[in-house]
């Protein structure tokens, strides 16, 4: 599956509750306060374990976090590198 | 599923109890009663190990394992009756040594890291403020960018070690309209100019642990000093929390196991009625319950600490550790008083002095309340 639908779905599903939701990719996780600090520790926890991608501490920025879009993209990268 | 302990790991937890009987537990209720910190205990325990456990060697450690690094905490509250000196040395190793070997530059591990270990410095760490707790993102202290560094304005409270303290770990926002993104954590050295340790503050218990609050007034923060990436300060504190909440209470096991075996052997001997009080079943039954919750509360320990070894996600465990084991140390502590009676109330029997010491333990580190907040959230609640 594509990991943006997979995150999109993971965020609606377990973080706001709500599978029907609607969560546009560039939407901004934190000023709609879709994402908490314990959110983000879920979302962590829930990549390494799916993507099998290791995040490592410094990396969780709000760059990387802020939307979709962005965490996509960095998954991207981060896979690239490994 | 394996629940054995190698011989080593066996023996290394000996050797800290009797380190600790033999040199720990002197003049400790005079202490706890001035409210004064040891400069040579800590240093007694730097030289044992203590504070480097789990900290490469390179940076003055002994690389213990996670598993390990608890074992030696749970013997050393078995052995060691100063709560607050456990206390002290739990804050600096989880949330200052911690922080900086996992977010801080070669420079600053190099600089820092060895002192600590060493126990040739000594480390605070500031997070919470007067109107933020519970709520710590929404901090106040402001970092400003500015050539060179930072300028730090703000202040800090309860901040443990902080009157004795070399350097502190602390929490400051770059920018406040990014909420947790904006918090950025810096290291900032005892003597930098605008930067004061305030009122020592006095408290109900640990109070060989000094506590005191950190005052910034135009602090002047060179860059390198910055802990990790700007912004990067919520994940840095988060992962700290993570850690303290997996390490900070293993002494309440060692603390327990050494109020259950007090408990029994004064029931056994203490006659009432032409019998031993333990004959009794309300005293009896009681100290059951102590049994229950001392190898309940090890069992949720030792998984975190095996979830940790094993580089999984702790959040949950961490919580549900750290909510169980803080709340079954009050009651163990009261447990224990009910048991020993008057004798128990009086400070010179040195039972008393644990109940005081083990509220604090279901506020540091995040409120019982927040622990249950956490564990609500992740049960989808």
Redesign the interface.
């Known amino acids: 599956m594509d990991r943006k639908i997979a995150l999109s779905d993971y965020i609606k599903q ?1 973080v706001m ?1 709500n599978p029907k939701a609607n969560l546009d990719d560039a939407e901004d996780l ?1 000023n709609a306060g879709i994402l ?3 959110a ?3 979302l ?2 829930f990549i ?2 799916n993507f099998k991608i290791k995040i490592p ?2 990396d ?3 760059e990387n976090f802020q939307n979709l879009n962005a965490l996509a993209s960095y998954l991207e990268t981060q896979k690239a590198a490994e | 599923m394996d629940f054995s302990w190698t011989e080593e790991q066996l023996a290394f937890r000996k050797a800290v109890v009797d380190f600790a009987h033999k040199e720990l537990n002197q003049d400790i209720i005079e202490e706890d009663r001035s409210g004064s910190f040891s400069p040579e205990k800590w240093r007694k325990c730097a030289r044992f190990g203590i504070q480097g456990l789990p900290f490469p060697e390179e940076y003055g450690g002994s690389a213990a394992d996670i598993l390990t690094t608890v074992l030696a905490m749970e013997g050393l509250g078995y052995g060691c009756k100063d709560n607050g000196l456990i206390f002290a040395m739990n804050a600096q190793m989880w949330s200052v040594q911690m922080p900086i070997y996992s977010f801080g530059a070669a420079d600053q591990k190099r600089k820092y890291l060895p002192g600590l270990c060493r126990g040739e410095l000594i480390g605070a760490h500031g997070m919470t403020e007067p109107d933020s707790g519970s709520d710590a993102y929404s901090l106040r202290t402001t970092a400003q960018r500015v050539d060179g560094g930072y300028v730090l304005n703000g202040s800090k409270m309860f901040v443990s070690n902080a009157p004795v303290s070399d350097l502190a770990v602390v929490f400051a926002t770059v920018n406040p309209a990014r909420k947790m993104w904006g918090v950025t954590g810096f290291i900032v050295e005892t003597g930098t100019p605008g930067y004061t340790i305030s009122r020592k503050l006095d408290k109900m218990g640990l109070r060989t642990s000094p506590m005191a609050e950190l005052v910034f007034q135009d602090c002047f923060v060179p860059e390198e000093n910055r802990l990790g990436p700007e912004g990067a300060g919520s994940n840095i504190f988060n992962d700290s929390m993570e850690w303290e909440r997996s390490g900070i209470l293993a002494s309440h096991i060692g603390a327990m196991e050494r109020q259950l075996e007090a408990s029994i052997q004064y029931a056994r001997e203490r006659q009432q009625f032409g019998q031993p009080i333990g004959k009794f079943q309300s005293v009896a039954n009681r100290i059951v319950d102590m049994k229950v919750r001392l190898e309940t509360a090890r069992l949720l320990l030792y998984k975190v600490a095996w979830l940790k070894k094993m580089g999984k996600p702790t959040v949950m465990e961490a919580a549900l550790a750290k909510l169980y084991l803080s709340e079954s140390f009050i009651q163990s502590s009261l447990d224990s008083i009910r048991t020993f009676g008057s004798y128990g109330y009086m400070t010179e029997f040195e039972v008393e002095r644990d109940l005081r010491d083990a509220v604090g333990g279901a506020l540091y580190s995040g409120t019982s309340d927040i622990q249950r907040n956490i564990i609500a959230r992740l049960l989808g609640l």
Do not use: Y
């Open positions: 377990e509750r934190f908490d600090s314990l983000i520790l879920q962590v926890a390494e374990e501490d410094e969780v920025i709000f």
